[in-house]
């Protein structure tokens, strides 16, 4: 069974970098597929915020491009996301996924809260 | 890129079908057959209900259908049951090589 495990900090300053980890278990990266995030601010809906193949490739939301770095490390079959100069208006819940056009297995969310 | 369109909530009594609609445009929707709709109960993941415009991933009930003309996508969920309120997104690939969300529709039941 494929599962998802977020991990990282809660609470992020203005104008710093959130960065947040995903391992996968029960499949292996190498195999193929693309993994990606979405986010869902408090009471609102999902936004794709990107994604990546194991291969390095990614795509990204043209809206948070310039501040967005996705990475993957196969030998420790996980996946990053990194965002860079935060503010309120990226609170919100960040979840890890398997897929591309399409998303079939989830991450357990991580609330992210951008504040001082 | 703009958001696919939904409408903000839908109501139906137990036993009844309803259809969620969702509206794109050529460059997503209209584009390619990767729509897909998820279903997400309060505080938890979404859960992948529909893929590539119509088809259910195993173990989804059949009560859930999809459906495609043009630029607009559709969810019909026949036989409603207590457990299907619950808050439907729709998805879609674009000409771009990006995924876009509907805003996301509240069914009451």
């Known amino acids: 069974q494929v599962q998802l495990q977020q991990s990282g900090p809660g609470l992020v300053k203005p104008s710093e970098t959130l960065s947040l980890t995903c391992v996968v278990s029960?499949?292996?990266?190498?195999?193929?597929?693309?993994w990606g995030w979405v986010r869902q601010p408090p009471g609102k809906g999902l936004e794709w915020i990107g994604t990546?193949?194991?291969?390095?490739?990614?795509s990204y939301n043209p809206s948070l491009e310039s501040r967005l770095t996705i990475s993957v490390d196969t030998s420790k079959n996980q996946f990053s996301l990194k965002l860079s100069s935060v503010t309120a208006a990226d609170t919100a819940v960040y979840y890890c996924?398997?897929?591309?056009?399409?998303?079939?297995?989830w991450g357990q969310g991580t609330l992210v809260t951008v504040s001082s | 890129q703009s958001a696919l369109t939904q409408p903000a909530s839908v109501s139906g009594s137990p036993g009844q079908s309803i259809t969620i609609s969702c509206t794109g445009t050529?460059?997503?929707?209209?584009?390619?057959?990767?729509v897909s709709w998820y279903q997400q109960h309060p505080g938890k993941a979404p859960k992948l209900i529909i893929y590539d415009v119509t088809k259910r991933p195993s173990g989804v009930s059949n009560r859930f259908s999809g459906s495609k003309s043009v630029n607009t996508a559709s969810l019909t969920i026949s036989g409603l049951q207590a457990e299907d309120e619950s808050d439907y997104y729709c998805?879609?690939?674009?000409?771009?090589?990006?995924?876009?969300f509907g805003g996301g529709t509240k069914l009451t039941v």
């Open positions: 996924a398997r897929g591309r056009m399409d998303f079939d297995y």
């Open positions: 029960g499949y292996s990266i190498s195999s193929g597929y693309y």
């Open positions: 990546i193949y194991h291969t390095g490739s990614t």
């Open positions: 050529s460059s997503d929707i209209g584009a390619y057959n990767y």
């Open positions: 998805s879609s690939y674009t000409t771009s090589s990006t995924l876009v």
